[in-house]
């Protein structure tokens, strides 16, 4: 840059730090392009290290004019930032497909975790997530999350306001990396509310939480006009809300997501209730069709993780960027690790002390993993690989606690998403608060002012300001998801489009939205008059959903006939009917006729 009518060398991280033009800081090191200019083409110098300053005086001559050389200067560091932006381009778009991938994760897990009766259905409602939020992110969610972020300015915005459309946004690089990020926050409910959910009112949701509700959460958090983030010049209390990689901002968002929904939707069939409406002492266990496929998934989400959270450093104009992204990989692994074998084995411990009859549940080993992957998203850039491990081994414990106590309060989920990436989002977001290094920060960000509480303890001072950011932030994104996603389920539920019908619980989603009848006399084993139940059914045209116009004393029109009525308590919370052969099919087809 030019001082007082003097070309000086300044640092872009400390710009009171000068040197003299004749005289370069030794530490600035650049690899000079092979086609920078004629002379290396030429063979004056081929493609070394070396710093630009020395390299412009070998090729330019000792007595080259101030001009000349700065011109020469100019040129290296202009291709070699060129070389720097295109190489992290195609990173970040490489970083995108993995993310997208695991999209195929997700559908295999939870085409896994179903009954064979359901298979269809799930895969395409993951599908319609991919596709959904394709288009909702491209129209709005990508302006509402990141249009118009001013990086130089300290004003906070709610939402974005500019680039809808993608008009006038000329980084689709970017654009693809926050899209895939977008589409795996709303696939996250696909598997609990598997096996009894409504196309409609699936397609609606993920419409819904890619377009409104994650785009303000992300722009809160990681837009430089957001009023939680890190990034802005003025961040919050000094320092912002550090969710590296979305452990919040994904994961929360979409475990929370899955939570209210599943309240407002009820359990699957016969899951805690009998027939007559009883709690069953026991939960009935309904296992998913293929263990093999949930481990595919698991393997596939582990593997597309490096690119969610590696890839998140190259967002990142730190020096030290690929430093950041090794670390994030490297802490990616130890705490899936951790968690995995944590999960499994406190299981184990767990079921020897209750029944005395301990086994190794697969189950357990996958989705504890998962929470490894997921708590260690928040600080996988600014923790050492010993914290990591740490994070991972408590992510499983909160697995196994989180897993049961669903259980115990009723709740049914059908992929353990609840616990996988709420519970373990929420234990992401305190652990940065508790363990950020500030060797890493300063990576990351360039301060380490305010790092994890415990460092603060070992330096012999208390400050908490990290860690009370990060609870701001888990508030903000609680609230926000309640006071937009909780009245939209109920609504949905009230206009009868939320709950599938209940005979086409029982005789499978892939039959009744799909078509299929192959699974008459297969595993799944559904007696064939349900199958005609549902026929006559469809041949009379009696096709509404549950919940249909609210009548007097709590009965709801069920839309099976002008004199069939039933107590709200009963068919509409799905705890009546069991699933496959449990109930009489007699009085299935006779309340469907």
Same mark, same amino acid.
């Given at each position: ?55 412009? #005086? /070998? ?99 709610? +939402? ?53 509700? %994650? ?66 002492? #026991? ?57 995995? +074998? ?14 005395? /009859? ?38 499983? +414990? ?19 998403? +609840? ?93 009744? %939205? ?71 099919? /007699? ?7």
């Amino acid at each position: 840059v030019w001082h007082n009518n003097e070309p000086v060398w300044t640092s872009a991280l400390d710009p009171s730090r000068t040197s003299s033009f004749e005289d370069p800081p030794r530490s600035l090191i650049y690899r000079a392009p092979i086609d920078t200019m004629s002379r290396v083409n030429s063979g004056a110098m081929s493609n070394t290290v070396t710093d630009p300053y020395e390299f412009c #005086k /070998e090729t330019e001559g000792e007595d080259a004019s101030t001009d000349t050389l700065l011109k020469c200067v100019t040129q290296i560091l202009a291709k070699d930032s060129g070389s720097l932006e295109y190489s992290r381009t195609v990173l970040l778009v490489f970083s995108a497909s993995l993310v997208f991938f695991m999209q195929a994760g997700f559908a295999m897990v939870c085409a896994g975790a179903v009954r064979k009766k359901n298979v269809q259905n799930t895969m395409l409602k993951n599908l319609l997530d991919a596709c959904g939020a394709a288009i909702a992110f491209f129209t709005v969610g990508y302006a509402f999350a990141y249009g118009g972020s001013d990086p130089e300015s300290a004003d906070k915005t709610f +939402i974005g306001s500019a680039n809808f459309f993608l008009m006038d946004e000329e980084n689709y690089a970017f654009f693809l990396f926050q899209y895939a990020f977008s589409a795996a926050s709303a696939t996250i409910v696909a598997g609990t509310l598997a096996e009894r959910c409504q196309m409609a009112a699936y397609l609606c949701y993920s419409l819904m939480l890619t377009g409104w509700v %994650y785009p303000v959460i992300a722009h809160s958090v990681w837009s430089p006009n957001g009023f939680l983030s890190a990034y802005s010049i003025d961040p919050l209390w000094g320092v912002g809300m550090i969710d590296f990689a979305g452990s919040g901002v994904v994961h929360v968002t979409g475990g929370v997501t899955a939570l209210f929904a599943t309240m407002i939707l009820g359990p699957r069939r016969g899951r805690f209730h009998d027939d007559t409406g009883r709690k069953l002492d #026991k939960p009935r266990e309904f296992p998913g069709h293929s263990m093999a496929l949930q481990m595919l998934g698991t393997f596939i989400l582990w593997f597309g993780w490096y690119g969610f959270n590696c890839g998140s450093a190259l967002l990142s104009d730190s020096i030290y960027a690929s430093d950041t992204a090794a670390l994030a990989g490297v802490n990616t692994t130890l705490a899936a690790g951790a968690a995995g +074998i944590t999960a499994l084995f406190l299981n184990l411990f767990v079921l020897e002390r209750i029944t005395g /009859e301990p086994f190794f549940d697969l189950k357990y080993a996958m989705n504890g993993a998962l929470c490894g992957l997921v708590s260690v998203t928040a600080g996988c850039g600014v923790i050492e690989p010993w914290a990591s491990v740490v994070v991972g081994f408590i992510g499983g +414990i909160i697995y196994v606690a989180g897993s049961r106590g669903l259980i115990m309060l009723r709740l049914d989920d059908a992929v353990d998403a +609840i616990p996988v990436h709420m519970m373990n989002g929420i234990w992401g977001l305190f652990s940065v608060g508790l363990l950020a290094s500030p060797r890493q920060l300063v990576k990351a960000f360039g301060h380490d002012d305010h790092p994890g509480l415990f460092y603060t303890w070992r330096a012999g001072y208390s400050d908490a300001r990290l860690l009370g950011v990060q609870m701001v932030g888990l508030l903000f994104i609680l609230g926000w998801v309640f006071v937009i996603m909780f009245p939209f389920f109920i609504w949905l539920d009230w206009k009868g489009w939320f709950r599938s019908d209940p005979l086409e619980e029982i005789v499978g989603l892939d039959t009744s %939205y799909h078509g299929g009848l192959a699974l008459v006399g297969g595993d799944d084993d559904i007696n064939p008059e349900y199958i005609s139940a549902y026929n006559q059914k469809k041949q009379e045209g009696l096709r509404r959903r549950r919940g249909g116009n609210v009548q007097s004393e709590g009965t709801r029109e069920t839309g099976y006939g002008d004199d069939d009525q039933y107590d709200a308590d009963d068919l509409g919370n799905g705890e009546v009917i069991h699933d496959d052969d449990e109930a009489d099919p /007699e009085e299935i087809a006779k309340m469907h006729m």
